[in-house]
């Protein structure tokens, strides 16, 4: 089995490269399933139906979230329509009760998780090694993919030990920067942080003057970039036979001089 999983999608300009691109990386890399984090899709925060169907319509088949899943309230109540929306297991009582995706894939059960960190984030979480040992515990898959959204490597890299020899890849997503630590250990592909496809000029996803400008004034009002956008994401290869991961290549495509 063959995964694509593109990192956080910021903003219009990264959903627009995004629709853009994978049909392109779908020639490339040949996956078998194409998976992408959504969590900052809406103008930096959230979700939406409409952007929900255009990624589908693109190509894109799961949608993973994060921290911002609760940022656009009424896609709370479009789940039942957007059926391919995996939510983070530990974000609370509030969230659809929907913990895990289960696919079938060249004949094999797929899960897909959405985990979310605790360090270093703006609230507390359910614990997260606690939540993904419960979840494992009751579902039967052959590959197991878990998107850890999380700030601190220290965070990641503990948990990727803790869970390595039971899942099959464990990608980090939220920083928005791309980490060049990807590793296959004992079966399972990891990396600290996908990277994001978002406004590769800008301050991850946001716009650089008005970053600075909350920076130094302490007004805030995120203003997305509207600069164009790269392409960070990962191509992950399971042995058909053991179900576990072989290796894990990364993609980042930057913008050209005329984007
Ligand atoms: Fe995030
Ligand atoms: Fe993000």
């Known amino acids: ?11 219009q300009s990264g959903v627009s490269a995004v629709c853009a691109c994978t049909p392109m990386l779908q020639k490339q890399y040949q996956p078998d399933i194409t998976i992408a984090n959504g969590e900052n899709a809406a103008d930096g925060k959230g979700m939406t139906k409409e952007l929900y169907n255009r990624l589908k319509a693109a190509g894109i088949d799961l949608i993973t979230l994060g921290n911002h899943a609760f940022s656009k309230r009424a896609f709370l109540f479009d789940t039942d329509d957007c059926m391919d929306i995996i939510w983070p297991a530990n974000i609370g009582t509030y969230a659809p009760s929907r913990p895990v995706l289960i696919r079938l894939v060249n004949g094999k059960r797929l899960a897909v998780l959405n985990i979310l960190g605790n360090v270093f984030m703006n609230a507390d979480y359910e614990d997260p090694i606690l939540v993904t040992k419960q979840i494992l515990r009751h579902i039967s898959a052959d590959v197991i993919l878990i998107d850890f959204h999380a700030e601190a490597t220290s965070e990641k890299s503990i948990y990727f030990q803790y869970f390595k020899d ?53 007004c805030s009002h995120y203003l997305p970039s509207d600069n164009a956008s790269l392409i960070c994401g990962l191509v992950i290869d399971i042995d058909d036979h053991t179900n576990r991961a072989v290796s894990i290549q990364r993609i980042q495509l930057r913008p050209g001089p005329n984007d």
Request: one cysteine or more; charged letters at 20%; hydrophobic letters at 40%.
């Open 1 to 11: 089995m063959r995964i694509l999983f593109l990192g956080d999608i910021v903003v």
């Open 166 to 218: 039971r899942v099959t890849a464990i990608i980090g997503t939220h920083t928005h920067v791309q980490t060049a630590d990807e590793k296959v250990e004992n079966g399972c592909a990891f990396i600290t942080d996908a990277g994001m496809c978002g406004p590769y000029d800008s301050v991850l996803g946001r716009d650089r003057n008005e970053a600075m400008d909350h920076a130094i004034t302490g």
